[in-house]
């Protein structure tokens, strides 16, 4: 697959991991935590990364748990970067409620807000917000059949079965263009299917394994936007990393937060602790983008035609790393990663 340079896009995204404080085993407060996260955006928008997306999460280790009043605060204090989320759980939220949040943030910003929409790695949003999870699929069917016509900025007519029901009701603000919405998927068929039929952009959150295995759901994503005679959207995927001035700086992090974290999922799921082959094997050939900025450039560069993607977003700040580490990162990705990842593919 061809690859315009000019065309790619290159993000990043936070789940708003809550830092420990430098040489101590003492983590930052919720307060401090968000206010960091400004200063991050801010670095990143300076060093001109394209994009940020801020995860939704109800969770003790993470302090994001509304990305949109987070984006709000940062539609006053950025300039250019794409102001979204990674992702906004819409199976328990209301559809007329995003639409108004971020319709909100896209005029504060002067048009640069985005709605990335999932279902969420995580289930806790559901009984905080009084859904069942019996309701699963339903409730994510219907609420994108919903937002799909609120964001055509026209009255709606709908009769709905788990969400209200309106009779030619225009939602406000009322915005001059689409409301931009992209659509996390974790990966399967169905979901890559249901984008297409809203002609919605499409993220992939690619966290282990060989990212060209994903390249069957990118072509099915293609083949069925073009069979339902719809434009084609964009295509990107999400994965983890870190960046240091070496190799072996960025290892040392990442095997110290990236191991924690995976290590607690794995825990509440019933799985066993990371070894560190597997790190390696990650990071050599998998999800993992950790090493110095010419070492993961080198490997975006080679995944994002393997893929077959436009976009590529960075998770940067996984399992409570330090502050300076997270700085480290964003600096490095923004001044030498994205240029170079732009001169590799020709």
């Known amino acids: 697959m061809n690859i315009n340079r000019n065309q790619l896009q290159f993000g990043l995204d936070t789940f708003g991991d809550i830092a420990y404080k430098d040489g101590t085993k003492e983590r930052m407060s919720y307060e401090e935590s968000l206010r960091n996260i400004v200063e991050e955006v801010k670095l990143a928008d300076a060093h001109g990364v394209d994009a940020i997306g801020l995860g939704e999460h109800h969770r003790e280790e993470y302090s994001i748990s509304s990305p949109d009043t987070v984006l709000a605060a940062l ?38 807000a985005q709605m990335m929409i999932g279902r969420g790695a995580y289930t806790e949003s559901f009984p905080l917000f009084g859904y069942h999870l019996k309701d699963y699929n339903e409730l994510f069917e219907e609420k994108i059949a919903l937002l799909h016509e609120l964001i055509k900025n026209e009255p709606v007519t709908w009769k709905g079965n788990l969400t209200q029901s309106f009779d030619n009701v225009q939602i406000y603000p009322k915005l001059d263009k689409k409301l931009d919405v992209v659509v996390g998927v974790g990966g399967t068929p169905a979901s890559i299917v249901r984008a297409a039929k809203y002609n919605f952009p499409v993220v992939l959150a690619i966290i282990g394994g060989d990212p060209a295995r994903f390249r069957p759901l990118v072509d099915l994503y293609h083949k069925t936007t073009r069979e339902l005679g719809k434009p084609l959207q964009s295509i990107g995927m999400h994965s983890l990393g870190v960046i240091a001035e070496t190799d072996e700086e960025a290892k040392e992090i990442a095997w110290t937060y990236v191991k924690a ?40 560069a080679q995944m994002i035609p393997a893929v077959g993607v436009q976009r590529f977003n960075l998770v940067y700040s996984v399992g409570g790393q330090l502050q300076k580490h997270r700085f480290q990162t964003i600096r490095l990705y923004g ?10 593919i020709k």
């Open 75 to 112: 539609s006053l204090v950025t300039k250019n970067i794409t102001l979204g989320t990674g992702v906004t759980v819409l199976s328990s939220d209301d559809p007329v409620r995003l639409y108004e949040r971020f319709a909100t943030i896209d005029a504060l910003s002067n048009g640069r």
């Open 261 to 300: 974290t995976m290590d607690r999922v794995s825990k509440e799921r019933g799985g066993t602790p990371m070894k560190k082959e597997h790190f390696e094997y990650q990071v050599k050939y998998g999800a993992y983008y950790v090493g110095s900025p010419e070492t993961v450039a080198q490997k975006i």
């Open 335 to 344: 001044e030498k990663v994205i240029p170079r990842v732009k001169e590799l």
